[in-house]
Structures are given as C-alpha cells and as structure tokens.
C-alpha cells in the first residue's frame, strides 16, 4: 500500500524567504510521486512530478523538488516566496503505471509580506 | 495545458433531492476519469474510478448507491448525489487522464452545500 504524510499542516513564511514542504512517502514498489497546489475553490493544479531519472525535478513557478530514495522524501522548495504562492499544497503518491492518486492532507501556505 | 471542466462550480439543494456533476475533458478523450471528496481542511479522498463503458470501481466505504457515477462517454463523466443530505456537503473533484502520458488533469471542483 501507498500512503504520503506531509508535515505541517500550515507553513508561514515572509515573502522573500525559503519555501520548504515537506512530504514523506511510503510505497511497497517504485512510486510517482507529484505535487499539486490548490487556490481557494478551485481544483487542483500540477506543479512538478517525478517518475523516473533525475531525482531533482523542475515545476513551474519556481518549485522544485528532490526524490531521496534513501530517505523517502520528496520535499518541495523554493528559493524565494512571492505572494501569489500562497495556496494549499498536496504531495500525491501512485504506484508505477497506475493512475489513482493518493494524497497527503495538504499545507496551507502563508506569504506574509 | 489540457483543460478538465466541472460544471456546477457550486449549487445548493434541499435535503432529499438528488444532484448532477459534471466532469468534461475539453481537448483530449479520457477512458478513465477519478471522482474525489475533499472535506474541510482535509485531504482528497479518492471515491471512485470512473471508466468509459463500464461500471465505475468504487473504493471501500463509499456508496455506490448514493453517489451514482456514469461515464457514458470518452469526455463526460457524470457524479449525481442521490438523496442529499447534510453530511454530503463538500468539495467534489474531478481528475481525467489524458491517455498520452498518463497524466491526470483536475476540473475545478464542484462546492456542494446541502441544507
């Protein structure tokens, strides 16, 4: 079975500083791993994934994020935060070839200016 | 990007009465689509696993009976709660995936709020 814990339920930051969320995973066989942010009342929007090669992956608005095998990690960052990050973010698991995501509970992202 | 519709993005309705979702991929054709509740301050909670003419996979505690999916189609699928009640209110999301790369797209979620 495939789960994902994400901690930290809420992470303020100044806008400016270091983005850090964090997610762990657990997972029976290789797993995809993806992060997704979510604007109030709208649905879900891909930042970055990571199925297989590069372990560091690239996503759009400046994230990115490292699979650490070793550690079973795949925590999201970025350099600098800006005010229009703030959102709710969800680390998702799933299994090699499958399409059913499984969700972490989310991080609620502050941008204090 | 591919683009995922739902359509109520919200409704009201009275307890009893029964309540149709939409989910509609726009520019490609998914054979497999994903409804999701997600509740206050909670994660998604996958509800079931919707494909193109046949019966839908309901995960475990999930009424199939209540929430009725059907995807008649390669670009609709259709969740209708049947008998609302209170509890029901929720945020209700759609994901489609584009058979290309596998990669799921969200719809922008449908605010269900049962009074």
Redesign the interface.
Same mark, same amino acid.
């Given at each position: 079975a495939q789960s994902v814990t994400q901690l930290g339920s809420h992470v303020s930051v100044s806008e400016g500083a270091l983005v850090l969320l964090r997610c762990n995973y657990s997972s029976s066989v290789p797993p995809y791993l993806f992060w997704y942010v979510q604007y109030p009342n709208q649905g879900l929007q891909l930042l970055l994934k990571y199925t297989t090669g590069a372990t560091l992956v690239k996503g759009i608005n400046g994230f990115e994020a490292e699979f650490k095998k070793s550690e079973t990690s795949f925590h999201l960052t970025k350099p600098s935060a800006h005010m229009s990050d703030a959102a709710e973010y969800f680390c998702a698991v799933t299994l090699t070839g499958a399409n059913n995501l499984f969700f972490g509970t989310g991080t609620r992202l502050t941008v204090i200016p | 990007g591919a683009v995922?519709s739902?359509h109520p993005?919200r409704v009201i309705c009275k307890s009893g009465t029964s309540v149709k979702i939409e989910c509609r991929s726009l520019d490609f054709q998914a054979t497999?689509m !994903?409804w999701y509740r997600q509740f206050p /301050? /909670?994660? *998604?909670m *996958?509800m079931a696993?919707s494909n193109e003419g046949s019966k839908a996979t309901y995960e475990q505690g999930v009424e199939k009976d209540k929430f009725l999916i059907n995807h008649a189609s390669l670009t609709l699928s259709t969740l209708t709660v049947t008998s609302a009640h209170p509890e029901d209110s929720s !945020?209700y999301?759609c994901?489609a995936?584009r058979p290309v790369n596998?990669?799921? !797209? !969200?719809?922008?979620?449908t605010?269900l709020t049962v009074v």
């Open positions: - | 995922v739902q993005s497999t !994903f /301050k /909670k994660s *998604l *996958l696993t !945020f999301i994901s995936i596998t990669e799921a !797209f !969200f719809g922008q979620g605010r």
